[in-house]
């Protein structure tokens, strides 16, 4: 075996495992949460920083459980109810940008709820530093969902909330073009890039 693949083998093994240790338990006290994308944690984690920064570390921050609605849940000074956000992320290895589906409402007996009241878009560097943090509210995605989707079938209420094929904004390091992002159903306007990284400082 070519010994630099056989030593870059080793280095991620080790940075995995070290990944996992972190994220074991997954109960409240965690610093990571739990999955395995790698990706994607790192992005909860600076999700979560920032959302200490923001509504300050006295409120009740937390992780949910993989495969849950939402990612990351909190309360907020004046509110009634708590703060779901769902995160998604791409970093500048992927090829095609594309963000992993978005659900918009899962089925709760026989009714359908809402997933989340945020979602965190965040693009990462070669680094996984971000390189881009967008933050879009539930009821502008719903919005467009309903102007763009009034041909679905409503017999499948699951696939008719469901985005999927979305592109993150953002460049690539294994291809020349730049995404514009999926605006179809996204805002990218506001980039809080900025703001992100003085919180994972």
Do not use: C
Not at 34 to 54: F, N, P, R, S
């Amino acid at each position: 075996m070519n010994q630099d693949i056989s030593k870059l083998i080793k280095d991620y093994a080790s940075v995995y495992t070290r990944f996992e240790k972190l994220q074991e338990g997954e109960n409240e006290d965690s610093e990571l949460p739990g999955g395995d994308q790698k990706t994607g944690v790192i992005a909860e984690y600076y999700a979560k920083l920032y959302i200490e920064q923001t509504v300050g570390k006295g409120q009740s921050i937390g992780y949910e459980q993989p495969g849950a609605p939402h990612d990351i849940q909190y309360t907020e000074e004046g509110r009634k109810d708590p703060v779901k956000v769902q995160v998604k992320a791409v970093s500048a290895h992927s090829k095609t940008r594309t963000i992993s589906p978005i659900k918009l409402k899962y089925k709760t007996g026989s009714k359908m709820a809402k997933s989340f009241d945020k979602l965190y878009l965040i693009s990462l560097d070669e680094n996984f530093v971000p390189d881009g943090f967008w933050i879009n509210d539930y009821e502008e995605i719903e919005q467009k969902v309903l102007i763009n989707k009034t041909k679905a079938s409503n017999k499948d209420e699951s696939k008719r909330w469901k985005i999927e094929g979305a592109f993150m904004k953002g460049e690539s390091k294994l291809h020349s073009r730049k995404s514009i992002g999926s605006i179809k159903y996204l805002n990218f306007k506001n980039d809080m890039k900025a703001e992100l990284i003085e919180a994972i400082k």
